[in-house]
């Protein structure tokens, strides 16, 4: 596959399905010698089940009675048979053959043809003796045809792990004198050195050559089109060797974060591996589920899950079950869940899978429900699982809810989280909640949403200004969220409690200018009065703030006073929001008196519109009292001169 894979600049499926291959038969589990030897001996029977029946027939002959039928067989048989090819082929494969098939072996050797020997001789190098070292060196003579000598130093090679002495006959012919001075013991010592010598050279080759495949694969992947990567990817992660496999893992994910999508035939693939025998190819393969989430991944989940007996691969397959929470599940979830030899590897997915499973609706039978709670009740507080929490505040009683409550100030930052989650739909819990959320910014949110579902007061918005928020951002969000849902008369409530200059004060007031509010106020409702003090304390505030733009907005928004003092407060504030802005005009058409002006040019004495100001006041108030009188010379005193008058809408200095 991977050699194909180089081979072709471009992925592409093929235009034409397959044609598929009929599948090899079957060889029966408990079939006899005498059977494997009936068809191995069949003309008809394909080579794979040949081989395969030659395989057994082998393992068999450690045993005497089907050695000795085999030895009878061999006495007649032909070098060029299927039977007999076929059980060279698995002499060659076999790592211990039978001493007892040596001499038979040897003797199909000695009636074969020139032709026949190079694919017969491997076969001498699975017995590892002194005697099959020197039949081959016979076979290495000059005499014979060169694939002959071939073959049999590459057996040689094979048989003692010698490959340094090359095709040369006298360093083997050396070689093998030296061999027959050595006791058995010795010889036996030397075999095994130089083979493992040989097995390290071997896999360091190996080890050198993949590292070249991969290296070049790495390159075919950047260079391959986009909508063709999934193809190459599928390729990579169904490869044999582990190096390919691997990085067929590492490039599905590098393309999932980046691209956040990869087509069927890398999700097709990954299911396939969830059958693999390797857990390590399993538990990765479940991990890349469950970044595609495919659709239809749920039941291969379920099964693979079934069947996993590892504990690496099921935490996986397990974290997985989360994308699919459905009841098939359900049992091998509990099984992981209450398992205690490997708790500390599946714990905590099969905990996450279980609260899937219970926000799903899949756990409130009792009997499932109570293997869960008996399963995270047994724990002990420093092993909880971040899902503990809720599990017990989701389907545990009043008991288990109170047992919870002290998880919200767990060490375990994700337990305290997930049970403050778990924790916001339960009023019981919010006095709880409130208290670890004052030395815990990380429970911020869940606190504003259960005030906000349970309690949207003054006294909460309250007591909500005074605990940590992770952010300044996400402290304004969270204020901003509850006063949104609350009354407007807890609105003006909470607004008379904070000081003027509070950042706050301007959060809770400033849900009154919701049209969608105002669309809805009844003037008999005790709202209304509120909307009214409050959309005007927002207007005062905003004023203060220095900013008169706004406070007009606010201004604008309010409905009609019912209350005359609160009617006398709209005239006063809009003449001096009006005043600050500048718009003179607009002010003198306002029915406002004359301390009302004097109130607004009171800070806007040393501010360059000043002079036309006072020039406006004067035009429309003829007659002042003598505190009046005293007051506009006052603010006359402190105006700069009057080329350097503010233009209109020019917002005063701060």
Same mark, same amino acid.
Not at 88 to 113: D, K, M, Q, W
Not at 301 to 326: K, M, Q, V, Y
Not at 440 to 457: E, G, I, S
């Given at each position: 596959m991977t050699l194909a894979t180089l081979a072709s600049p471009q992925i592409q499926p093929p235009s034409q399905p397959a044609q598929s291959t009929p599948p090899t038969p079957a060889l029966p589990p408990d079939a006899s010698p005498a059977q494997l030897l009936a068809i191995l001996n069949d003309l008809a029977t394909p080579s794979a089940t040949r081989d395969r029946a030659a395989d057994r027939l082998l393992a068999a002959a450690q045993q005497r009675e089907p050695?000795?039928?085999?030895?009878?067989?061999?006495?007649?048989?032909?070098?060029?048979?299927?039977?007999?090819?076929?059980?060279?082929?698995?002499?060659?494969?076999?790592?211990?053959?039978?001493?007892?098939?040596?001499?038979?072996?040897?003797?199909?050797?000695?009636?074969?043809?020139?032709?026949?020997?190079?694919?017969? @001789?491997?076969?001498?190098?699975?017995? #590892?003796?002194?005697?099959?070292?020197?039949?081959?060196?016979?076979?290495?003579? %000059?005499?014979q045809p060169a694939p002959v000598r071939d073959s049999a130093f590459q057996a040689l090679a094979r048989l003692t792990g010698r490959d340094d002495l090359g095709p040369d006959l006298t360093r083997w012919t050396d070689y093998a004198d030296h061999a027959y001075s050595l006791s058995d013991i010795e010889w036996t010592s030397s075999l095994l050195s130089a083979i493992a010598a040989r097995a390290d050279t071997l896999a360091a080759r190996e080890s050198a050559a993949l590292a070249r495949v991969t290296d070049s694969l790495r390159r075919l992947y950047l260079t391959t089109a986009p909508e063709q990567r999934s193809a190459l990817l599928a390729n990579l992660l169904l490869d044999d060797a582990d190096q390919i496999r691997a990085l067929g893992f590492e490039l599905a994910s590098r393309e999932l974060s980046s691209t956040h999508r990869?087509?069927?035939p890398v999700t097709d693939a990954c299911l396939k591996l969830l059958n693999h025998p390797t857990p390590r190819v399993r538990q990765n393969a479940a991990l890349l589920l469950y970044q595609l989430s495919p659709p239809?991944?749920?039941?291969?989940?379920?099964?693979?899950?079934?069947?996993?007996?590892?504990?690496?691969?099921?935490?996986?397959?397990?974290?997985?079950?989360?994308?699919? %929470?459905?009841?098939?599940?359900?049992?091998?979830?509990?099984?992981?869940?209450?398992?205690?030899?490997?708790? =500390?590897?599946t714990r905590a997915p099969a905990a996450q899978a279980a609260l899937a499973l219970a926000r799903a609706g899949h756990l409130f039978d009792p009997q499932p429900r109570d293997k869960v709670l008996i399963a995270i009740r047994s724990l002990p507080p420093e092993d909880l699982p971040a899902a503990a929490g809720p599990l017990l505040v989701i389907l545990g009683n009043d008991d288990d809810r109170r047992a919870a409550a002290p998880l919200l100030r767990s060490p375990?930052?994700?337990?305290?989280?997930?049970?403050?989650?778990?924790?916001?739909?339960? $009023?019981?819990?919010?006095?709880?909640?409130?208290?670890?959320? =004052?030395?815990?910014?990380?429970?911020?949110?869940?606190?504003?949403?259960?005030?906000?579902?349970?309690?949207?007061?003054?006294?909460?918005?309250?007591?909500?200004?005074?605990?940590?928020?992770?952010?300044?951002?996400?402290? #304004?969000?969270?204020? #901003?969220?509850?006063?949104?849902?609350? %009354?407007? @008369?807890?609105?003006?409530?909470?607004?008379? #409690?904070? $000081?003027?200059?509070?950042? =706050?004060?301007? @959060?809770?007031?400033?849900?009154?200018?919701d049209p969608t509010r105002r669309m809805s106020l009844n003037p008999e409702a005790p709202s209304y009065e509120a909307t009214v003090r409050g959309l005007l304390m927002l207007a005062r505030t905003r004023l203060a703030d220095h900013r008169p733009d706004e406070a007009l907005l606010a201004l604008d928004a309010t409905p009609d006073p019912l209350d005359p003092a609160d009617t006398a407060s709209l005239l006063r504030l809009r003449t001096c929001t009006l005043l600050a802005l500048n718009r003179a005009e607009q002010a003198l058409a306002l029915d406002s008196t004359a301390d009302d002006w004097l109130d607004a040019l009171d800070p806007l004495a040393a501010d360059p519109s000043a002079p036309g100001l006072l020039d406006a006041f004067t035009t429309k108030f003829r007659s002042l009292t003598p505190a009046q009188q005293e007051r506009l010379d006052a603010i006359r005193a402190r105006a700069p001169a009057a080329d350097q008058e503010r233009q209109p809408d020019e917002p005063p200095p701060s």
């Open positions: 050695l000795d039928l085999l030895r009878v067989h061999l006495a007649t048989a032909g070098p060029g048979s299927p039977g007999c090819t076929s059980l060279f082929r698995a002499a060659t494969r076999c790592t211990r053959p039978p001493a007892g098939l040596f001499e038979p072996f040897t003797a199909i050797l000695s009636r074969a043809s020139p032709d026949q020997l190079p694919s017969m @001789l491997p076969a001498l190098a699975s017995w #590892r003796t002194r005697d099959s070292l020197r039949l081959l060196i016979a076979y290495a003579d %000059p005499a990869l087509d069927q239809e991944a749920g039941n291969d989940i379920a099964s693979a899950l079934a069947r996993e007996t590892d504990p690496d691969a099921a935490a996986a397959l397990l974290a997985a079950c989360g994308r699919w %929470p459905t009841p098939d599940i359900t049992p091998e979830v509990i099984r992981w869940l209450a398992r205690p030899d490997t708790a =500390s590897i375990s930052a994700a337990l305290r989280i997930a049970t403050a989650d778990a924790a916001v739909v339960y $009023p019981e819990l919010l006095p709880d909640l409130l208290d670890a959320a =004052s030395a815990d910014p990380q429970l911020w949110d869940a606190a504003v949403r259960a005030v906000t579902m349970h309690q949207a007061t003054a006294p909460s918005f309250i007591s909500l200004t005074t605990l940590p928020a992770p952010s300044p951002d996400a402290r #304004r969000e969270g204020l #901003r969220f509850l006063a949104s849902v609350m %009354p407007a @008369l807890q609105i003006l409530d909470a607004a008379d #409690r904070l $000081p003027l200059d509070d950042p =706050s004060r301007e @959060l809770v007031l400033t849900p009154l200018l």
